[in-house]
């Protein structure tokens, strides 16, 4: 007869009380692992999809934004264009208007035209949107200078003109400066006080020759002078023309 002491009886309860702890405890978790890995799964689906569609609202309210900052700045584009198109209609108006008081004003001073004479004259020429006086110009201004020492109670008439190419705010404003070119040169070359001068941007209102061609449009981009008194001059009343 086969005898198994206490000690061993105690063990093989032990051991097989762990083996099924064991084998419940893995039953256990293979239960709790089916049941809650479709969960996992479908919070991770359902996570991506709430991000996708986040993005996507993101990506369209920045095209909406864009769309809107576009429409904006044509919109501010159209006004802005608007207003320069009224403004450069008023400064033509306002530079036309200030040629017509440019010439009343010196109409006003040479009141009585019958009394002055025109005792020496010239014209110079400028290139195509010049306004600075060649070496040339100014020796033609130079022979119409040397006429002042001997002039008496005289006044200077500056008349600038353009051809007829381009913009007319744009030619009354060129005229001008090549009218003050000729009188910065002859104040300072001559002592001429600036009471003297009268002067007149007319811009391309007054040609002297056909702007159809070269050789007429080059003859209106000219600044014509003119000493005028009204008192008798030393040896009679000279008209002199400068070339």
């Known amino acids: 007869m086969i005898r198994i002491d206490k000690t061993s009886q105690q063990a093989a309860i032990l051991l097989g009380a762990l083996s099924l702890f064991v084998t419940a405890g893995c039953s256990t978790k293979n239960y709790v692992r089916t049941q809650t890995t479709p969960l996992v799964t479908k919070t991770n689906e359902l996570d991506d999809a709430v991000a996708t569609n986040n993005r996507q609202l993101h990506e369209t309210d920045e095209r909406a934004q864009q769309g809107i900052q576009q429409a904006q700045t044509a919109a501010n584009t159209a006004t802005q264009n608007a207003t320069s198109a009224t403004q450069a209609a008023v400064q033509a108006q306002s530079s036309a208007q200030e040629a017509v008081n440019r010439a009343d004003s010196l109409a006003s001073v040479v009141a009585n ?67 003050e070119a000729v009188v910065q040169y002859l104040a300072a070359t001559y002592k001429v006080p600036a009471h003297k001068f009268y002067l007149i941007g007319i811009g391309k209102d007054q040609e002297v020759a056909t702007n159809k061609t070269a050789e007429g449009r080059a003859k209106n981009r000219r600044v014509d002078v003119q000493i005028l008194s009204n008192a008798a001059q030393p040896n009679g009343t000279t008209v002199s023309q400068v070339q």
């Open 113 to 179: 035209l019958d009394n002055y004479k025109q005792i020496g004259t010239v014209s110079v020429t400028f290139g195509f949107d010049k306004s600075v006086l060649t070496k040339s110009d100014k020796a033609q201004l130079d022979g119409l200078g040397a006429q002042l020492s001997s002039a008496k109670a005289y006044i200077l008439e500056v008349t600038g003109g353009t051809d007829s190419v381009g913009d007319a705010n744009y030619n009354y404003q060129l005229s001008q400066r090549r009218a």
